[in-house]
């Protein structure tokens, strides 16, 4: 049963163009919501996160957007760079209350490739 | 560079075997989760350890068991091993009980023969 579902496992950008990569969560206790970025033989790089108190979050070229009704959030990327190669996972805590878990449950991930 | 270290960076061994991982987390950081990353599967929580004590537990087996160390070391040990046990184990840390964001380690590939 999977909690957190990233449906595309890969997705190839131009350079300079957007990137969205989106994410599906089943459970209703989450309420806090991460992206991580992967390059190959190291481990998850945290990226940026959201809390459900809000709908959107910024940090410079990447944005989260999170949609609480769909259970959906999404990660934007603008513009897309090379180096922005690589997986990205979706991951989720019910944590942020305080009332749940911190252990995060992570998709299976999204292959970005940004092409020159 | 995280701040997580994990050792050894590879592990081979036989089925039936018993092995042992271990992982330093950021300094100051108190929390110490374990993840496993199988072929084609997302990074599955084992289990979490704060400031000595077990916390939190996922789809960790009866032959995997941790600790955490009054260094805030943590070791993951991994016996009776399997085929189906290969995969990457990732340790993160965080700075405390109540905080979402974790640093993850490079982590530890094991390959059961």
Same mark, same amino acid.
């Given at each position: 049963d999977q909690q957190v579902k990233q449906n595309s496992p890969s997705l190839r950008v131009q350079e300079g163009r957007i990137s969205i990569l989106n994410c599906d969560y089943t459970n209703s206790m989450f309420d806090y919501f991460l992206w991580y970025k992967k390059y190959p033989a190291e481990g998850p790089t945290f990226l940026i996160s959201i809390s459900s108190i809000k709908d959107k979050n910024e940090d410079g070229r990447f944005t989260v957007f999170l949609n609480k009704s769909a259970k959906? =959030?999404? =990660?934007? *990327? !603008? /513009?897309?760079? /090379?180096?922005?190669?690589?997986? %990205?996972?979706?991951? &989720?805590?019910?944590? %942020?209350?305080? &009332?749940?878990? %911190?252990? =995060?449950?992570?998709? #299976?991930?999204? #292959? =970005?490739? !940004? *092409? /020159? | 560079d995280s701040g997580v270290t994990q050792t050894p960076k590879h592990l081979i061994t036989a089925t039936g075997q018993r092995v042992t991982l271990r992982c330093s987390p950021r300094s100051g950081d108190l929390s110490v989760y374990w993840y496993q990353q199988s072929l084609?599967?997302?990074?599955?929580?084992?289990?979490?350890?704060?400031?000595?004590?077990?916390r939190a537990k996922g789809n960790i087996l009866e032959r995997f068991s941790a600790q955490q160390f009054p260094d805030l070391h943590s070791e993951l040990n991994l016996s009776s091993l399997e085929l189906g046990d290969s995969a990457l184990y990732f340790c993160a840390s965080s700075v405390g009980l109540a905080v979402n964001e974790q640093f993850f380690g490079p982590g530890t590939r094991l390959t059961v023969l």
């Open positions: 959906h =959030l999404s =990660l934007h *990327i !603008v /513009p897309s760079q /090379p180096g922005d190669s690589a997986v %990205y996972f979706c991951a &989720a805590s019910a944590g %942020y209350s305080g &009332a749940g878990s %911190y252990q =995060l449950t992570f998709g #299976k991930g999204t #292959k =970005l490739s !940004v *092409i /020159p | 084609d599967q997302g990074l599955q929580f084992l289990i979490q350890y704060y400031n000595g004590e077990e």
